[in-house]
């Protein structure tokens, strides 16, 4: 967005028009800011069940009117709320995708996904609320796939890294690698939200070792499952 901003009277005294419309602007986007940490915090402690117009107001301390005039429904404070939380994730990423070697990094930036912690997994509840109401709302399902690929890209960046360095093996197919990686953080936090798999933060950690394993001695799973039924030998045909 473009400024232009008059110079102050010679007083000093009041604003003139233009500061005053840049000064409305930035407290609207304030406000949306509020809203969404409201939202953000209703669904962490009530899921997306909890999250409606009313409770959204009274969680940011402000009118239902005033909300309304921001948001016009549930999808739209669902979409904001996890941009709003993507945001908080992805700050820390970022520091931790600076840290070297690359496979540690990558196992700190994996660690903000996991929910091996309350914040986490109250991040977790957000996300699975996406999942169902993608199937209903486009501009659901196009938040979902852009936040998907970011994640997928900054999982790739960092392994390409690590093979680099010579901490993955040199034949894992990196973009396969992200997808498996990707495929498991899920399969973990589904099971620990749905509390199915009941599985520990150690338990957690200790799977992405054994799946990190995999990819340092060349045998990544994703690189196997990549290799289509004609390259894989008659063998592999009979049992399939």
Excluded at 2 to 30: K, Y
Excluded at 71 to 98: C, G, N, P, T, W
Excluded at 160 to 169: C, H, K, N, S
Aim: proline share 3%; charged share 25%.
């Amino acid at each position: 967005m473009v400024w232009a901003c008059q110079p102050r009277s010679p007083s000093g005294r009041g604003r003139t028009g233009g500061e005053a419309r840049m000064a409305r602007t930035v407290d609207h986007n304030e406000r949306r800011e509020v809203f969404a940490a409201a939202a953000l915090r209703v669904i962490m402690r009530d899921g997306i069940a909890g999250l409606t117009v009313r409770e959204v107001a009274r969680e940011a301390g402000f009118t239902t009117g005033a909300l309304t005039h921001y948001f016009h429904s549930k999808d739209q404070l669902l979409i904001e709320a996890s941009e709003h939380s993507a945001k908080l994730v992805r700050e820390r990423m970022e520091r931790a995708a600076e840290r070297t070697p690359a496979v540690e990094a990558i196992r700190d930036v994996v660690a903000f996904a996991l929910p091996l912690t309350a914040e986490t997994r109250g991040y977790w509840r957000i996300w699975v609320g996406y999942w169902e109401r993608s199937s209903y709302d486009d501009e659901v399902a196009r938040v979902m796939r852009l936040r998907y690929g970011e994640w997928r890209s900054r999982l790739a960046g960092l392994l390409a890294r690590a093979q680099q360095e010579g901490d993955v093996a040199a034949d894992v197919n990196i973009r396969h690698a992200s997808e498996s990686l990707v495929a498991l953080v899920d399969g973990i936090g589904v099971q620990v939200l749905l509390g199915v798999g009941r599985i520990s933060p150690a338990r957690q950690r200790a799977m992405f070792d054994l799946w990190l394993d995999t990819l340092r001695a060349g045998a990544s799973p994703a690189s196997v499952a990549a290799v289509p039924a004609t390259e894989a030998g008659p063998r592999a045909r009979r049992q399939a």
